[in-house]
């Protein structure tokens, strides 16, 4: 009897284990916290002490926060630039591109689209309208398409550029 009452008090211990465990881990956030908000740049104007009017020159730029900083609040402030740190090193992927001709430079044998650099070397494939084309056929506001890959040094090599829309 004193062993089948053990092996009871065991299997109950060990079955309310079993349910309590997937609750505690439900409990448990991986969710990254809100980020917080940024302070607002408010102007103040002063008023003049003649005749209670405003004065323009007495307007200076103050900054206002929306809500009071806390520790929690900087915390997740210094979080998210780390966050933005860890994208910006982020290792270069090959990649497609295509968008309008920003900008074409001959000297530094380079094409711009938005805010993105891409270099051409002797291995670069460039064509425009089914014809092998070179760099001086490039024209901003033109449409440029092409496939990127990234050098030695980090920087975005193409290696194939299509001016023009697609035939």
Known sequence: MPISIFKLGLVSVFAAALFAAPVQLLAQSTNA???????????????A??????????????TKATTSTTNKEASLAKSDDAAKVAVASKPKSPHPFHGKLKAVDKEAKTI?????????????????G??????????VG?????????TEDGKMAASTVRFGPKP
């Open 33 to 47: 916290p809100a980020a917080a908000k940024k302070a607002s740049i408010v102007k103040k104007a002063v008023p």
């Open 49 to 62: 002490t003649n005749k209670g009017a405003f004065n323009a020159k007495a307007t200076a730029p103050t």
């Open 112 to 128: 711009k689209l938005g805010n993105s650099t891409y270099y051409i070397t002797a291995q670069t494939k460039i064509t425009k």
């Open 130 to 139: 089914n014809k092998t084309a070179t760099l001086d056929d490039g024209v």
């Open 142 to 150: 033109e449409p440029v398409s092409g496939y990127v890959k990234p």
